[in-house]
C-alpha cells in the first residue's frame, strides 16, 4: 500500500486526519488477517507551498519540513495510527527520480520543452493508451483540475496543455539537484511513482489519499510509472478518502477553517474522541466536523469505557464477527459503530455473565478500530 504523505508546512488539520485514519483501518483489517503488510508513505519535502511558507516565515525550508513532519508523527501517535513500514521524503528519493526521468526520455514518453533558459522536462499525457481510467473524467473537467491543482496548462513549448511537469530546471532561489538532464528539482507526480516503483514495485495493492488527489496527481502517477514499468495497471486499487468541511465549506488553508489536530490536543481533547468522532462518518463521505461531532464521539467513548470495565458482560462472539464484516465491506465504521453501541446497551443495561467478554471488546476496538478503551493516561 502506498498512501501520498503531507506537504509539511503547515500543522496536521482534521482533513489529513481522517485520510490517514482511513488508510489505519485497511493496515489493521490486513494485520488482523496475518498479511505482512508494506505501507509505504512519502513526504513532499519539495514543493512550492513549502518554499513560499519558508520565506514568507523566514524560515530555512529544511527547518521548517523537519518542524512539521515531527509535529505530524506526534499527531499521528496520538491518534494511534500504526505508523507505514517506510516513510521516505522526496528528497531522500532524488536518485530514484532522475533514474525514472532518465527512463521516460530514453522511451519517447517524456521531453525537454524548447526554453535554453529553463529546460523542464515533461510527461507527454497521451504516453499510455489508458491514461484517464483511474478518474474517469473527460478532459475539459481534466483541464479545469489540472489547473486548479498545480499544474501549468498554458506553460510555453507543451505539446498538451495536459502534459505534466517531471523535472523543473533550476530556478534562482530554489533548490535544486544534479542531473543528466540539468540541474533541477523534481515534479509532484514522479517523486511518488519513483518512491513506489523503487520500495514496493508496480501493480501494488492499494494506492491512496484524499479525493482532491484523484487528478491530476494520483492519474499522472499511475501513468508514470505504467509508461516506464510497461505494466498496464500501476495499482489494483485506487482509493480515496472523502473531505472534512466546516459549516458546508472543505477544510482549506485559504479559507482559514482548518481544525488542528495540535489545537485540539492543547485543548484537552483526548485523541481517542477525535478518532472517534472522524470514524462516525463513511470514510469516502465529504462530511462535517463540529462540536456535535466531538460531544457525541466523547458520550459515545464514555460509555464504551463504562461497558469493557463491567465485571462481565454479555456474548462477544457476534459483535466482533460483525465488526469484521463491516470493515470488511469497504470499511464501513458506521455500521461498526453502531453494532459496538448495541453490546455497549445491553451491557450496561442488562449486563451479562461472560466474565471475559468486556476484555474481548476492547481488545477488538483497540486492535480494529485503534480506539484505546482503558482509561487515558496523564
Known amino acids: 500500500m502506498y498512501v501520498c504523505g ?24 490486513w494485520r488482523d488477517l496475518e498479511h505482512d503488510v508494506h505501507y509505504v508513505q512519502n513526504v513532499t519535502d519539495v514543493d512550492d507551498p513549502l518554499f513560499e511558507r519558508a520565506n514568507r516565515d523566514g524560515l530555512d525550508w529544511r527547518e521548517l519540513a523537519a518542524r512539521e513532519v515531527a509535529l505530524y508523527r506526534d499527531d499521528m501517535t496520538a491518534l494511534r495510527v500504526l505508523p507505514p513500514r517506510e516513510y521516505v521524503a522526496a528528497t531522500e528519493a532524488i536518485a530514484e527520480v532522475v533514474e525514472l526521468v532518465e527512463k521516460m526520455l530514453a522511451a519517447g514518453v517524456a521531453y525537454v520543452v524548447d526554453d535554453p533558459e529553463f529546460p523542464d522536462v515533461y510527461f507527454r499525457a497521451d504516453a499510455t493508451t489508458q491514461f484517464g481510467y483511474e478518474s474517469g473524467y473527460d478532459r475539459d473537467t481534466m483541464l479545469a483540475l489540472f489547473s486548479e491543482r498545480g499544474g501549468d496548462p498554458d506553460r510555453p513549448g507543451k505539446t498538451d496543455q495536459l502534459d505534466a511537469l517531471l523535472w523543473r530546471a533550476a530556478r ?38 484524499g479525493s482532491d488527489l484523484i487528478f491530476p496527481h494520483h492519474e499522472f502517477t499511475a501513468a508514470h510509472a505504467e509508461s516506464a514499468s510497461g505494466e498496464r495497471r500501476f495499482a489494483r486499487h485506487y482509493v480515496h478518502a472523502g473531505m472534512i468541511g466546516w459549516d458546508g465549506h472543505k477544510m482549506s488553508k485559504s479559507r482559514g477553517n482548518l481544525v488542528l489536530v495540535s489545537g485540539l490536543r492543547a485543548q484537552g481533547v483526548e485523541p481517542a474522541a477525535i ?11 465529504d462530511r462535517d466536523w463540529g462540536p456535535h461531532v466531538l460531544q457525541e464521539a466523547e458520550t459515545r467513548l464514555q460509555r464504551w469505557r463504562a461497558a469493557t470495565t463491567l465485571p462481565a458482560g454479555p456474548d462477544t462472539a457476534d459483535v466482533i464477527a460483525r465488526v469484521r464484516r463491516y470493515l470488511a465491506d469497504d470499511l464501513d465504521t458506521p455500521k461498526a459503530i453502531a453494532a459496538l453501541d448495541g453490546w455497549t446497551t445491553d451491557a450496561l443495561e442488562y449486563g451479562g455473565h461472560d466474565a471475559d467478554a468486556p476484555r474481548a471488546v476492547a481488545t477488538a476496538v483497540d486492535a480494529l478500530l485503534g480506539v484505546e478503551l482503558s482509561a487515558p493516561r496523564h
Open 6 to 29: 503531507i506537504t509539511p508546512y503547515d500543522a496536521t488539520h482534521l482533513g489529513h486526519a481522517a485520510t490517514y485514519l482511513a488508510f489505519d483501518l485497511i493496515h489493521r483489517l
Open 172 to 209: 534562482s532561489g530554489e533548490p535544486s539537484w544534479p542531473s543528466p538532464f540539468g540541474p533541477g528539482r523534481p515534479g509532484w507526480h514522479v517523486e511518488c511513482a519513483a518512491i513506489a516503483l523503487s520500495r514496493i514495485g508496480s501493480g501494488l495493492d492499494i494506492q491512496g489519499g
Open 275 to 285: 478518532r472517534l468522532g472522524l470514524l462516525a462518518g463513511h470514510y469516502r463521505a
